[in-house]
């Protein structure tokens, strides 16, 4: 037992030590000193040269137009700018649940979203473009030719409506442009629907421009605000109109092209990668580890909460024991996450950052699976060892404490270790809501590069050797514990 509180002594120091050390932000990008008042722009970085990540200076960092723009608001109204990168279709719950307080996404005020959130004046056209293969080239003269074919789009764009009415398309909805980008190179969808400023950073000998023309119209771009928030619609609109009449709108724009125009060399091996992104992976490997750790000890304390439940005495109690085991390892944990992180936040205005959101999820599902754990662990020692310490005159939580639960925790300790290895793991799951753990700053990585390989398979490695040198420590630990039984 003594061994046990050791161990549990260190996983607590290696908490607190993370918890300190690694920065508590959510998704990536807060600029300027804290204390003042804040500023939280939702954007979906993938958008060049709206917003995207670069490396600068060895720095992850998100630059664009918009970026560049909601700079300016912020200054104008004092406040601190915090960015907060999530996917094109989840920006319009984050401005709605109060995630965020405004969206600067090259998105299009369209009557469809004015019914739920206002809109800024606007402050950039573009038109609709086709991407194809270059080999392509010939296939596509018009719209019509564009018929029953595999098409990538943007979940929740305007180009997936566009897409929609093309007879017969066979639409492939993404998160991320790069992603519809790299289905296109590899020949998953032969077409893709993207504006032309965007297109423009993805063009080179393998990728180019159809002839046909999805839309004659422009399409404007504006910024998203919360319904009602006519203080902060005006203070934006206030910003718009100084960029605008000092040119300075153009200017950006011209120098998030010359941004997105420098590329990255696409030859990387998987080395060099690793070598000028490890930093990227370093916050990664913090952030996973920090949720790993606190998934691991709330779900134990939950676990241990659910386990006693359902061997007690009050059926009551057993069947709410049940209940918990049942619904949460019936149900998959992207729902359980999705619901804890916007249903929450949108029917009843609880908030948690991905942080939070990530450790209640990982707590709360592995609660389950460690409560049958243990369960099965107490109901497998032998009965009469709790009657032979009870003859002995001993209560029955001495004879639980001393006699039962040792034997029972030495019996599931490689049942145990095991659910450490899959939280692990499963925290990758976290990285949808901008977790910014090893899965997240792979696709960052990947992002940037434009590599479809190398990103993840150096986040495997890590992966690996995290949960390896776990099983290596859990299996000490279990030689120890079987030394005792040789005395
Ligand atoms: N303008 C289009 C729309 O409003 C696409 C915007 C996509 N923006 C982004 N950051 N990915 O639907």
Redesign the pocket.
């Known amino acids: 037992m003594k061994l046990i509180s050791r161990y549990t002594m260190m996983l607590l120091a290696l908490v607190v030590l993370l918890t300190t050390v690694a920065p508590v932000a959510s998704a990536t990008g807060t600029t300027g000193n804290s204390g003042s008042k804040k500023l939280v722009l939702g954007?979906?970085?993938?958008?060049a040269p709206?917003?995207f990540h670069k490396v600068i200076d060895g720095k992850d960092q998100i630059v664009g137009f918009?970026i560049s723009i909601a700079k300016e608001i912020a200054a104008d109204l004092g406040a601190e700018l915090v960015i907060e990168d999530m996917g094109?279709d989840g920006?319009l719950p984050a401005l709605q649940s109060g995630r965020v307080d405004m969206v600067i996404?090259?998105?299009?005020?369209?009557d469809e979203?004015r019914q739920s959130i206002d809109f800024s004046d606007t402050y950039y056209k573009?038109k609709q473009v086709i991407m194809i293969r270059n080999a392509d080239k010939d296939k596509y003269p018009t719209m019509a030719d564009l018929e029953n074919e595999k098409i990538g789009v943007?979940k929740?764009?305007?180009?997936?409506?566009i897409g929609q009415g093309i007879p017969g398309a066979k639409l492939t909805a993404l998160d991320?442009?790069s992603d519809i980008v790299l289905q296109l190179q590899t020949n998953r969808v032969n077409a893709a629907i993207?504006?032309d400023t965007?297109a423009a950073g993805y063009l080179d000998d393998v990728i180019g421009l159809a002839p046909a023309v999805p839309d004659e119209e422009q399409?404007?771009?504006a910024i998203g605000i919360r319904k009602g928030n006519t203080e902060l619609l005006n203070a934006v609109n206030g910003t718009l109109e100084r960029l605008k009449s000092e040119n300075k709108i153009n200017q950006m724009v011209t120098e998030a092209s010359q941004l997105m125009a420098d590329k990255v060399k696409k030859d990387q091996n998987i080395f060099q990668v690793f070598w000028q992104y490890k930093s990227f992976y370093a916050t990664g490997v913090g952030f996973t580890l920090l949720l790993s750790a606190l998934g691991v000890i709330f779900g134990v304390i939950i676990g241990l909460i659910i386990c006693l439940l359902r061997l007690h005495d009050v059926s009551i109690l057993r069947w709410i024991g049940t209940a918990y085991v049942e619904v949460i390892r019936g149900t998959p944990m992207l729902v359980q996450l999705m619901i804890i992180y916007y249903g929450l936040a949108l029917t009843f205005g609880i908030t948690f950052s991905p942080l939070q959101a990530g450790i209640i999820t990982l707590s709360i599902n592995s609660g389950a699976y460690l409560a049958e754990i243990f369960r099965a662990g107490i109901q497998g020692v032998d009965r009469g060892q709790l009657e032979a310490a009870r003859s002995l005159g001993m209560g029955r939580g001495a004879a639980m404490r001393f006699i039962v639960l040792p034997q029972a925790f030495k019996a599931v300790l490689p049942a145990i270790g095991n659910e450490f290895v899959t939280i692990i793991k499963e925290s990758s799951i976290i990285s949808v809501i901008g977790m910014v753990d090893i899965m997240y700053q792979a696709s960052v990585v990947k992002n940037i590069t434009y590599q479809g390989m190398n990103p993840f398979l150096i986040a495997a490695a890590i992966y690996f050797v995290l949960t390896f040198i776990l099983s290596k420590l859990l299996g000490r630990l279990e030689r120890k514990l079987g030394a005792s039984d040789r005395r």
């Not at 954007?43 to 958008?47: G, I």
């Not at 996404?105 to 369209?110: A, I, R």
């Not at 929740?156 to 409506?161: L, V």
């Open positions: 954007t979906s970085a993938d958008f709206y917003e918009d094109f920006l996404s090259g998105m299009t005020p369209t979203r573009s943007q929740g764009s305007i180009q997936e409506t991320k442009i993207v504006e965007v399409a404007e771009a």
